[in-house]
């Protein structure tokens, strides 16, 4: 018969537990920060994302959608996104409680083919043009090409369709309900590079294959712009619900006032002065 181990033994065996089976500690999730809106915004918010990360690798994950102006202050006021991206001023129908933080501001050109390299438009040319007015080209000094206007703008729930209103049309004129609408700014600089009787307005950094048309006898230059003596000037803005905390915070508060991130903003667009 054997007999039974002393108790200090069996105590000892209990306790010689393998350490494989102990739980590791699972790493800390990384915060997330979600964006959505102005399709103009994108370009400069996805290189200050990059800028960030660069900066503070790891700090969080992003996720960058588009949809025009007035889908990220729904989304955000919502709360389905941390940012919307925002290119029109505040309105008065815009949900309560929201922060706009002004971050940057762009140029709006009106653009051409560049077979119809226009010299110059005034204020009251481009609300002809635009309104329906004038039609055709014939009509328009300094066109180099004849027929009907090709106008293209973009969708009303658009921040670039919104600035460009009330800085080139004013409040009492209407772009034409001819003009052909588009959802993204890319898609209205496909539409007049390719053809040579297009007119529509885009941001500055998406003016490559098209002609920017001097406007009031001033080129349509980023240079000009932060000179400011180019009159088609609207501002950026990244909204939030309430003020930004937490990792919304954190980089937001970089955006507006690392020098890294207004060298970023300065390469195409228009950086903000202190205290603007």
């Known amino acids: 018969m054997r007999r039974p181990l002393p108790a200090v033994l069996l105590a000892t065996a209990a306790c010689a537990v393998p350490a494989a089976v102990v739980p590791a500690t699972a790493p800390a999730a990384k915060p997330k920060i979600t964006m959505s809106g102005s399709t103009s915004i994108k370009p400069l918010a996805k290189k200050l994302i ?12 992003f996720s960058l959608l588009q949809g025009g102006s007035d889908i990220g202050v729904t989304d955000v006021a919502k709360g389905r996104v941390s940012i919307g991206n925002v290119s029109r001023d505040p309105v008065r129908s815009d949900p309560g409680g929201l922060v706009f933080n002004k ?37 328009v000094p300094g066109s180099t090409v004849t027929g009907i206007i090709s106008l293209y703008a973009r969708t009303p729930s658009s921040g670039t369709q919104d600035a460009f209103q009330n800085i080139f ?20 600089q496909q539409a007049v590079a390719s053809d ?21 006898g001033v080129a349509c230059t980023l240079r000009n712009a932060k ?5 088609g000037v609207r501002n950026f803005w990244m909204v ?37």
């Not at 990059?50 to 994950?61: I, M, R, S, T």
């Open 196 to 216: 040579e009787r297009g007119i529509g307005y885009l941001t500055f950094e998406a003016t490559a294959g098209t002609h920017a048309v001097p406007y009031k």
């Open 169 to 188: 049309m004013g409040q009492n004129l209407r772009v034409s309900a001819g003009a052909q609408q588009k959802k993204e700014t890319g898609l209205v």
């Open 103 to 139: 971050i940057a501001r762009d140029g709006l050109c009106i653009v051409t083919n560049r077979k119809n390299p226009l010299p110059n438009l005034s204020q009251a040319d481009v609300q002809a043009i635009f309104s329906g007015k004038v039609k055709r080209w014939e009509d």
């Open 50 to 61: 990059q800028g960030y990360l660069k900066a503070f690798p790891g700090a969080a994950q």
């Open 227 to 231: 000179a400011e003596t180019y009159p």
């Open 240 to 276: 939030t619900r309430g003020k930004a905390t937490g990792a919304t915070g954190k980089f937001l508060r970089w955006v507006k006032g690392n020098a890294a991130a207004q060298r970023i903003i300065a390469s195409e667009w228009v950086p903000l002065k202190a205290g603007a």
